[in-house]
C-alpha cells in the first residue's frame, strides 16, 4: 500500500511550490466524498479510502497528515467531542431518532505547523455537501485555519502521530445502523 501512497503523493505534488503542494493534497483529500466506513478506520488502513473511494475525519486525517509529513510539516491530531445530533441539518425524523440515541462522538481534525503557527486542517467534507449548509471548506489558501467540520461540545484533545491507535472508535450495532443511514442519505443528496 505504500507505493499507492507513494504514487499518489507525487501525482498531487509534483512540480508545485510548498504552498501550492498543502493546497493540492488537501483539495485531493477534502474531495473524497464523505462517508463512515468503519473497515478502514485504522491507523494502518487509510489507504482503503482509494479502494472504497470514500472516507470520513479519521482516515482522511490520517492520510492528511501522512502526506503533510513527506512535505516536512510537523504535524499533530487533534480530537473533538461532539453529538450527531446537534450537527445543523434537517435530519429525515428516522436518521434523527437515531442520532439522538448514539452517545458523544469524536472528531479527528489535523494541526500542521504552517510558518512556525500551528493551524487547524479539516478536510472532512466534500464539496456537494455544502448545498446542505455544512461547513465544507471549499476555498484553503494553505497558510490560515480551516473551519472544523462539527460544532464541538468541549475542548480538543492533542495527540502526537505515534498515538494513531487511540483515534480508533469502536462502533456498535447501532452505531453501525446510523452510519449506513447516514451514507445513504448523503448518496442520495449528492446524486439529487
Partial sequence: MSSLIDRKFSEWTRGKSDVEARIAVFERIRDIPYAIVPEISGPQTYAGIFRTGKGSCTPKHLLLCEMYRRLDLPVLYVVYPFRWDEVELEY??????????????????????IEGRLRTVDATLDPPLAAMGLPVNEVWDGLSDTRLAITPTGEGEIHHPSEAF???????????????????WLDAFRVS
Fill in 92 to 113: 429525515p425524523p428516522t436518521l434523527l431518532k437515531l442520532a439522538r440515541a448514539l452517545p458523544t462522538a469524536h472528531h479527528l481534525a489535523c494541526l500542521v505547523e
Fill in 166 to 184: 487511540l483515534m480508533m472508535e469502536q462502533r456498535d450495532e447501532r452505531s453501525l445502523e446510523f452510519d449506513r443511514a447516514l451514507n445513504r
